[in-house]
């Protein structure tokens, strides 16, 4: 997210674009961490999945119309993807640290 501050901030619609896809293709968590986030959330795992995905789709999104240079798509994109990750970390963030420390 912050590569697609500084595009906002630089006005480079390519640097958005290059930062949404970033979020959007961040790295698979290892099965291991997978099994012990499972094992902490339980029944939310599900929930957790969807907000997940919710993420990934707007950061495709957004990375889609910084490319087409949709500027004002792109800064109502970009408010939208910020919710949705506050959401999740508001959500789990605190829980899983302590769990995994």
Do not use: K
């Amino acid at each position: 997210m912050g590569r697609v501050s500084r595009g906002l901030w630089l006005e480079n619609l390519d640097t958005v674009a290059a930062g949404a896809d970033g979020v959007a293709n961040h790295p698979r968590v290892p099965p291991e961490e997978f099994q012990r986030i499972s094992g902490i959330l339980g029944q939310e795992m599900s929930r957790f999945g969807v907000m997940d995905m919710e993420v990934h789709d707007l950061a495709v999104r957004l990375a889609d119309e910084a490319r087409a240079g949709d500027l004002e798509a792109v800064l109502s994109t970009d408010g939208e993807l910020r919710r949705a990750c506050v959401a999740c970390h508001t959500a789990y963030r605190a829980r899983l640290r302590e769990a995994i420390r």
